[in-house]
């Protein structure tokens, strides 16, 4: 059972950045499709920035793109969102999650979740 744990989120000012970091254990990292998903308030999960099992493939949704980016260190079993330029409109719980597959880069039928760090990014 692959169990992840987010950290990194906090509360921030418009224009600054965070680094969320999300640590697996228990399961083979290289298994697997990790991704970030935010819950906006009142607005449904979404999917923000996925990455193949390598690191060599990476998605990010339009609302993030040259913004953020996603990466992943195989060798510490974890991965990353580095996340500049941050408006208010970014303020939501982010969620690291996995999915089993080496082909996939895109997911949105993660089988492990995190539990989730809030990100406030005020005006």
């Known amino acids: 059972q692959l169990q992840l744990v987010e950290s990194g989120g906090g509360s921030v000012q418009a224009g600054g950045s965070l680094r969320l970091s999300c640590a697996t254990s228990g399961g083979t990292f290289t298994t697997y499709a990790m991704g970030w998903f935010r819950r906006a308030p009142g607005k449904e999960r979404v999917l923000v920035a996925s990455v193949n099992w390598s690191g060599d493939r990476t998605y990010h949704a339009d609302s993030v793109k040259g913004r953020f980016m996603i990466s992943r260190d195989n060798g510490k079993n974890t991965v990353y969102l580095q996340m500049n330029s941050l408006k208010p409109e970014d303020t939501a719980v982010y969620y690291c999650?996995?999915?089993?597959?080496?082909?996939?880069?895109?997911?949105?039928?993660?089988?492990?979740w995190g539990q989730g760090t809030q990100v406030t990014v005020s005006s």
């Open positions: 999650a996995a999915r089993t597959s080496r082909v996939a880069t895109i997911f949105n039928d993660p089988e492990y």
